[in-house]
């Protein structure tokens, strides 16, 4: 019996697909579930006030393919952030969260990932900082009610960007519904520009990291980075991951227009599965 899920970025996709058929390449692929994306787009926004209806079609669809949907990367906050110095916004933000936390239970889903920053678009402030703090706590309330768990991207800006400054929050925060879900690619960056090692900065995280990105970057680059052309030491990060008791990884990489996105799927599953079996 594998003793590890691995997921699908649901952006590694064509947007044009629909429910079924997504989920449809990522079992034909290999991969156990996906990563629902609710960014900062209207369209993506939407689905947190999605009807019963529209539900019910996804909860369907996960039934008729066989594969679910079991986590989101909620980057929506990136236009509405929780420490927003716009009151309206950050209003906003805890309504999203809250919407986020509902679909999840509706769907069961287990985890979701927020953006590890304060303000996006903003300038960042102590204001900033203390009301992102205020409202993650009501954030981790809302999750506890339903179960969810949500986790910290390592994020590309220096606010969040390895497993240490994530761990300043989850401290502050100490609820068990609060954890860290780093990203392989970004931490990976981030050790490069603060001369640290990465298998120490996951272990900062011991106890509380509850799914890993496996990401490839290059210094100074984020993203769009195909597997195994980077900097990241995957073997490293999964090992290390693994032994600190990590058994949910989600591979990040992205559609790209000409794509043929099922080789490239397919591809990504095998890189990760070469890696994670010989945890297993």
């Given at each position: 019996?594998?003793?590890?899920?691995?997921?699908?970025?649901?952006?590694?996709?064509?947007?044009?697909?629909?429910?079924?058929?997504?989920?449809?390449?990522?079992?034909?692929a290999g991969f156990d579930?996906?990563?629902?994306?609710?960014?900062?787009?209207?369209?993506?926004?939407?689905?947190?006030?999605?009807?019963?209806?529209?539900?019910?079609?996804?909860?369907?669809?996960?039934?008729?393919?066989?594969?679910?949907?079991?986590?989101?990367?909620?980057?929506?906050?990136?236009?509405?952030?929780?420490?927003?110095?716009?009151?309206?916004?950050?209003?906003?933000?805890?309504?999203?969260?809250?919407?986020?936390?509902?679909?999840?239970?509706?769907?069961?889903?287990?985890?979701?990932?927020?953006?590890?920053?304060?303000?996006?678009?903003?300038?960042?402030?102590?204001?900033?900082?203390?009301?992102?703090?205020?409202?993650?706590?009501?954030?981790?309330?809302?999750?506890?009610?339903?179960?969810?768990?949500?986790?910290?991207?390592t994020m590309e800006t220096?606010?969040?960007?390895?497993?240490?400054?994530?761990?300043?929050?989850?401290?502050?925060?100490?609820?068990?519904?609060?954890?860290?879900?780093?990203?392989?690619?970004?931490?990976?960056?981030?050790?490069?520009?603060?001369?640290?090692?990465?298998?120490?900065?996951?272990?900062?995280?011991?106890?509380?990291?509850?799914?890993?990105?496996?990401?490839?970057?290059?210094?100074?680059?984020?993203?769009?980075?195909?597997?195994?052309?980077g900097h990241v030491d995957?073997?490293?990060?999964?090992?290390?991951?693994?032994?600190?008791?990590?058994?949910?990884?989600?591979?990040?990489?992205?559609?790209?227009?000409?794509?043929?996105?099922?080789?490239?799927?397919?591809?990504?599953?095998?890189?990760?599965?070469?890696?994670?079996?010989?945890?297993?």
């Open positions: 019996m594998c003793k590890y899920q691995l997921g699908l970025y649901e952006k590694a996709m064509p947007g044009t697909l629909n429910w079924v058929e997504k989920l449809q390449a990522a079992k034909e579930y996906v990563e629902m994306s609710i960014d900062e787009t209207d369209a993506k926004l939407a689905r947190l006030d999605m009807s019963e209806g529209e539900r019910d079609s996804i909860r369907a669809a996960m039934r008729a393919v066989g594969v679910p949907f079991r986590s989101i990367c909620l980057s929506g906050h990136r236009k509405y952030p929780l420490g927003c110095p716009d009151m309206e916004k950050q209003k906003k933000s805890l309504a999203i969260m809250e919407k986020a936390v509902k679909l999840a239970a509706d769907l069961g889903i287990r985890t979701i990932q927020l953006a590890g920053y304060d303000v996006y678009y903003e300038e960042s402030s102590e204001k900033t900082r203390a009301d992102f703090v205020k409202n993650l706590k009501i954030a981790a309330e809302m999750a506890g009610k339903e179960g969810i768990q949500m986790g910290f991207e220096p606010f969040m960007d390895n497993v240490q400054k994530a761990m300043e929050y989850v401290k502050l925060v100490d609820s068990p519904y609060l954890g860290v879900y780093p990203d392989s690619g970004n931490i990976t960056n981030a050790a490069l520009l603060y001369n640290d090692d990465v298998t120490e900065d996951l272990k900062r995280g011991k106890g509380h990291i509850v799914a890993v990105h496996l990401k490839e970057t290059v210094p100074g680059k984020y993203r769009e980075i195909p597997f195994g052309t995957f073997e490293q990060v999964i090992k290390t991951s693994w032994d600190l008791g990590v058994r949910r990884y989600v591979a990040e990489f992205w559609y790209l227009d000409g794509q043929d996105y099922k080789a490239e799927l397919k591809k990504a599953s095998e890189f990760m599965r070469s890696r994670l079996d010989k945890m297993n």
